[in-house]
Each structure stands twice: as C-alpha cells, then as structure tokens.
C-alpha cells in the first residue's frame, strides 16, 4: 500500500466560539484546507509551525514525541483544533511539528470521524457502513 492523503480542512475553535458570541466577525474565523498524510501508526493530528503561525491555536502544553526515526522531540500541543473531511468533522488536540514537516492525520481524529483507509484505491473514506453521520463503539 503506498502512502494516502487527504484534503483536510483545519479551523480555530476558539475563533468559532468567538464568531458564536459575535465578538468577531465569522470572515475572522481561521481556517485553511490542509494535505494530509493519513498515518494511521500515529496517534494525534500533527500540524507544523507553519501552519500555527496561519490558524495561532492556543498551546495548552508540551510533551515529548517520538519520530519515526526513533528521535524525541519536545513538541507544543495545541487545543481546540476543528477537523472537517467531506460530511464529517471533530474536534481535537494538535502536536506541533518543527517548521514545514509533513502535517498528519492520526488514529485519534479519524475513529472520531468514523472514517477509513480505502487501500485499493489508496484514499481516505467516509465508513461506507455509516455514510450519512459518524458512529462509534462505546465498548
């Protein structure tokens, strides 16, 4: 299977509860559409400093991360980070990765979105058993 991506549209949360509020505009509002690798052997969405410095997410903490390389880095993670793909969205945490590293899509945001990797035809997908709302296991 060679590698899948998918085109990912990232929002500022804290933007939306702002707009919501109507203290600022809804054309304030940070977002971009984003290529992502879909990496299933990661466990967070990954974003790069060069995509905080565009959406300026609020960084909650620090933790240590290991690459694939086997190197640890201290990334800053970020909160209330909005992920929409086609009819599904979520809301999640954020590992900032150094400069403009590849950014990722992880296990986390995609259970949450109840969407799968289609390996024949190498991309990503709405769950075809739920195509019109995301569903999870509560067990």
């Known amino acids: 299977m060679g590698l899948v991506y998918a085109d990912i549209k990232l929002i500022n949360g804290d933007d939306v509860v ?3 509020r109507n203290i600022i505009g809804q054309e ?3 977002e971009m559409n984003v290529s992502m690798l879909v990496d299933t052997g990661s466990y967070n969405l990954c974003i790069n400093e060069d995509i905080q410095s565009i959406l300026q997410f609020n960084v909650v903490e620090k933790r240590l991360a290991e690459t694939a390389d086997g ?3 201290e990334c800053d993670v970020v909160d209330n980070v909005q992920v929409r793909f086609k009819n599904r969205a979520t809301t999640c945490r954020a ?3 150094p400069g403009s590293c590849e ?3 992880g296990a986390i945001p995609l259970e ?3 969407v799968l990797v289609d390996s024949q035809r190498q991309e990503l997908i709405v769950n075809p058993e739920h195509p019109y709302f ?3 296991k509560l067990k």
């Open 103 to 105: 950014p990722l899509l």
């Open 28 to 30: 304030e509002v940070k």
């Open 71 to 73: 190197r640890v880095v």
């Open 95 to 97: 590992m900032i990765l």
């Open 134 to 136: 995301a569903q999870m």
């Open 18 to 20: 702002l707009a919501r």
């Open 112 to 114: 949450d979105m109840d």
